[in-house]
């Protein structure tokens, strides 16, 4: 079963965020993710400070549809204050998603300062903005926190810089669209870097590409 079955991610106006969790998490969580266990209980100070490095392996490991490839640091600065812990993170790096036009991967840039805020009880729960764990555990792994933090800063929309995709893909793209409409043909132009995706003579064009057949089916599915 995927991790992500195991959650609900919400996020509440102030940006903390929080989950409802079952016990699956930490059983599937143990292992690969070992070095995510953020000891809570067995704190030796009121403060500690965490880094960590997320690469490709990590992205594959924990499977999630977002997000596959990636290279990021993250600090994490854990505060115990009156039985609340704050987990204070703050991620930097870039992760590596397909274009929205061409299919062509590209990086992303991502930046971003999430807080999470812990408290141990009798069982897994939420209680308003806290996360609830077992204190009998008394630690709580962030594997899949660390992953949603980083999903939920990637845009809905992501496409390389005027001119920068794949002309050979761009150009089928742009034959398919000007047949809707010449507005979308010039909108398209203009994301695309203009003259640079002329259009290929019939005689000169290459094999088909199957990741055109994709962009192809997503196309006819919004104009449906």
């Known amino acids: 079963m995927k991790l992500k079955k195991s959650i609900t991610v919400y996020i509440i106006h102030i940006g903390i965020l929080f989950v409802s969790l079952s016990p699956d998490l930490y059983s599937i969580a143990l292992g690969k993710f070992d070095k995510y266990k953020i000891e809570l209980k067995n704190m030796k100070a009121d403060s500690a400070k965490y880094e960590f490095t997320l690469d490709n392996q990590f992205f594959v490991d924990l499977d999630g549809p977002e997000v596959q490839k990636g290279k990021l640091a993250v600090e994490l600065n854990v505060k115990k204050t009156s039985g609340v812990f704050l987990l204070d993170f703050q991620t930097e790096g870039f992760v590596i998603v397909p274009c929205d036009r061409c299919l062509d991967e590209m990086e992303l840039p991502v930046s971003t300062s999430d807080k999470l805020k812990v408290k141990l009880g009798?069982?897994?729960?939420?209680?308003?903005?806290i996360v609830v764990v077992p204190e009998e555990d008394g630690y709580i792994n962030i594997a899949w926190f660390l992953y949603e933090f980083i999903a939920l800063n990637i845009p809905m929309k992501h496409v390389h810089a005027?001119?920068?995709c794949?002309?050979?893909m761009s150009s089928k793209l742009k034959k398919h669209?000007?047949?809707?409409s010449d507005e979308t043909e010039d909108d398209f132009e203009d994301d695309m870097g203009g003259d640079d995706l002329a259009l290929e003579d019939e005689g000169n064009a290459s094999p088909a590409d199957p990741r055109w057949d994709a962009l192809k089916g997503l196309l006819e599915n919004d104009n449906n």
């Open 166 to 168: 794949n002309k050979a």
């Open 162 to 164: 005027p001119g920068k």
């Open 122 to 129: 009798s069982s897994f729960a939420e209680e308003g903005d």
């Open 177 to 180: 669209t000007a047949r809707s």
